[in-house]
C-alpha cells in the first residue's frame, strides 16, 4: 500500500489543524493504522493508532484529549484531527500502516509509511 500524507502547516498554538493520510489499493481496511511524529534532533515517536475497522483507538499520553485519530474506509483515508495545538507539537507528522492483526505503538512494527508532512506551532 502506498500512503499520502497532507494538512500540515503553520498554526498559532492553540490552533487546530486535521491531517489527511490517503492509502492506495483496495485492502486499506485490512491495515491498522498509526500516525507519527519527529520534530528535529528526536527519536520518531509515537502518536495515535486506530484498528482496522476503526472501532479501538490509542493515543500517546501528549496527545490525549486534543487529538482524535479516525479513518473513512470507503474513502482509503485515515484523518489526525489535532487541536489545542502546542509549541511541543511541531515536527514532521507520518502515517504507517501495519497489516498484522493488531495496531501497535512501536514504528518499527509498522510495514508501510507514508512521505510525511510538517506541522508547525507557533507560539
Known amino acids: 500500500v502506498q500512503l499520502q500524507a497532507s494538512g500540515g502547516g503553520l498554526v498559532q498554538a492553540g490552533g487546530s489543524l486535521r491531517l489527511s493520510c490517503a492509502a492506495s489499493?483496495?485492502?486499506?481496511?485490512?491495515?491498522?493504522m498509526g500516525w507519527f511524529r519527529q520534530a528535529p534532533g528526536k527519536e520518531r515517536e509515537f502518536v495515535a493508532a486506530?484498528?482496522?475497522?476503526?472501532?479501538?483507538?490509542d493515543y500517546a499520553d501528549s496527545v490525549k484529549g486534543r487529538f482524535t485519530i479516525s479513518r473513512d474506509n470507503a474513502k482509503n483515508t485515515v484523518y489526525l484531527q489535532m487541536n489545542s495545538l502546542k509549541p511541543e507539537d511541531t515536527a514532521v507528522y507520518y502515517c504507517?500502516?501495519?497489516?498484522?492483526?493488531?495496531?501497535?505503538?512501536?514504528?518499527?512494527?509498522?510495514?508501510?509509511w507514508g512521505q510525511g508532512t510538517q506541522v508547525t506551532v507557533s507560539s
Open positions: 489499493g483496495r485492502t486499506f481496511s485490512t491495515y491498522n
Open positions: 504507517a500502516a501495519r497489516s498484522s492483526y493488531y495496531y501497535t505503538k512501536r514504528a518499527d512494527e509498522y510495514d508501510y
Open positions: 486506530i484498528s482496522r475497522s476503526g472501532g479501538s483507538t
